[in-house]
């Protein structure tokens, strides 16, 4: 049930790119993006509500592809404050319970 | 400053007591989750609530009680019924139904069982 991320780590360059994807099982109604950094709470990035939804802001975008059931995070050009662990998010249809994928644990270094 | 408290940031318990883990928020959010994390893996959901006097479980809600008697406060008990309660608990509000809105997270209790 909880979504799938792939991969599960990454060890990047400064400025190099990445991406995170985030596949479910079941239908997604909307997909969240959050990065925690070791020892803290996650902090937001970015929704996703419609299926074909693009956003952006910064170096850091993402798509969601609903008939597919997934979404994918892209980071561009990345830099130190990247490094940390992605989880992304969303609530199972018709009830108001929320999970998170499994996390992708991202170092960027220098 | 409106924000999300969890109190405290790290408590000890011995083995067999009950201990109440505090959350907080002046956001005027609806809806509170209670979520466990364990070194190295994910956030994994306990508890929770989109309304006053209201909550549901989560996938490990045994072991774990909560209470809604107010809108901003949303406090988990650990009872000894949990076998392994040692981990990383981070409380969250949403102003609705998490399909359109985000998470915003306080700044989590570290339990550890002696």
């Known amino acids: 049930q909880q979504p799938v991320q792939s991969p599960q780590a990454v060890i990047l360059r400064e400025g190099e790119d990445a991406v995170i994807n985030c596949s479910s099982s079941?239908?997604?109604?909307?997909v969240h993006w959050y990065r925690q950094k070791h020892g803290e709470a996650p902090v937001f990035l970015m929704i996703?509500?419609?299926?074909?939804e693009q956003k952006g802001h910064d170096k850091i975008s993402a798509s969601f592809n609903e008939k597919k059931q997934q979404s994918s995070l892209y980071l561009t050009a990345s830099q130190l404050s990247y490094s940390g662990t992605y989880f992304c998010g969303t609530e199972i249809q018709g009830t108001y319970k929320y999970i998170f994928g499994t996390g992708t644990r991202l170092k960027v270094l220098a | 400053d409106g924000g999300i408290t969890q109190s405290p940031k790290y408590l000890f318990r011995k083995e067999g007591q009950n201990v109440t883990l505090s959350c907080e928020q002046n956001l005027n959010h609806d809806a509170m989750y209670w979520y466990r994390q364990d070194p190295g893996q994910g956030l994994r959901l306990i508890y929770y609530s989109q309304i006053v006097n209201d909550f549901q479980k989560g996938d490990i809600a045994e072991g774990y009680s909560v209470s809604r008697e107010k809108k901003e406060s949303f406090p988990l008990t650990v009872t000894s019924a949990q076998k392994n309660p040692t981990a990383f608990y981070l409380c969250?509000?949403?102003?609705?139904?998490?399909?359109?809105?985000?998470?915003?997270f306080g700044p989590g209790t570290r339990l550890t069982v002696l």
């Open positions: 996703l509500l419609k299926g074909g």
């Open positions: 969250a509000s949403s102003v609705g139904t998490s399909r359109a809105y985000e998470q915003f």
């Open positions: 079941k239908a997604l109604y909307s």
